[in-house]
């Protein structure tokens, strides 16, 4: 049984296919707290794309699936606020008449931690002591599933923990990028048109790094910044802390 340092780390599809390095500064970042990471590999998706496109039953068997992945654990991390709120909020509606399911679906709400959530109530972490090679200037991009399960600031105050970092606060910082899943495919001309107005905060901003995190909004709001020539580095907090902290992210 795992004991009570014991993290079990929920990757997320994106994070797995496209920021593996997020990942790994998750787990590198809590082993360096003191934690014991580990990776449940019968994981799956959390079931979001089929929630927010209306197949519900669909959604609830891959739930199904990830409760009983994680069901032994006390604590479950994961880098992405939207797939903490699909766990949160919506899990446990969609089991909620199955008498079968529905007590592991609150556990597994009741036991799911967003990363800067975690270290911020659970590890009380003081990031204080450590600072980037160089100063930067670093904006944060709230995105709106960290709204949904309640967080505020505990990002940006993270970030002005750490020395060298030159925070420079972001216009419409709780305005949506335009992502939201599959709303960027079924209407690309409004989603393109909201990212557009995050992407003129972000330059008025002067950052050179923006954070994001949430995969599907960094891929978002980096793609436009690549079309349109803006130098920020959109990014996990994950990252920069694994910067600051001297952990090295390209041997894994």
């Avoid at 390095?21 to 019968?42: H, N, S, T, Y």
């Avoid at 990002?155 to 939201?180: A, H, S, W, Y």
Wanted: with cysteine; glycine share 8%.
């Amino acid at each position: 049984m795992p004991n009570n340092r014991t993290v079990a780390l929920f990757v997320t599809c994106l994070t797995d296919q496209f920021y593996p390095r997020v990942g790994v500064a998750v787990v590198k970042i809590l082993e360096r707290l003191g934690w014991q990471v580990v990776f449940p590999k019968q994981q799956t998706c959390c079931g979001q794309p089929f929630f927010n496109n209306g197949y519900h039953p669909e959604a609830a068997e891959l739930a199904k699936k990830l409760i009983a992945a994680f069901e032994s654990y006390e604590y479950i991390v994961t880098p992405s606020g939207s797939c903490c709120a699909m766990i949160r909020e919506h899990i446990p509606h969609l089991l909620a008449e199955d008498a079968a399911w529905a007590s592991g679906a609150r556990g597994l709400a009741e036991h799911t931690f967003e990363f800067v959530e975690f270290l911020d109530k659970v590890q009380h972490a003081d990031f204080s002591k450590i600072t980037l090679p160089a100063e930067r200037s670093v904006t944060y991009h709230y995105t709106c599933h960290l709204r949904g399960i309640g967080m505020k600031d505990e990002g940006v105050r993270m970030l002005q923990q750490i020395g060298n970092v030159d925070f420079r606060p972001l216009e419409k910082t709780d305005q949506c990028c335009g992502f939201g899943g599959t709303f960027a495919l079924k209407y690309p001309t409004i989603s393109g048109t909201i990212v557009q107005d995050k992407i003129d905060c972000i330059t008025k901003s002067g950052a050179a790094t923006t954070i994001c995190n949430d995969a599907g909004c960094t891929m978002n709001i980096s793609g436009m910044c690549h079309r349109h020539g803006v130098a920020t580095k959109v990014t996990h907090i994950a990252e920069l802390l694994a910067e600051a902290m001297g952990i090295d992210l390209d041997h894994w």
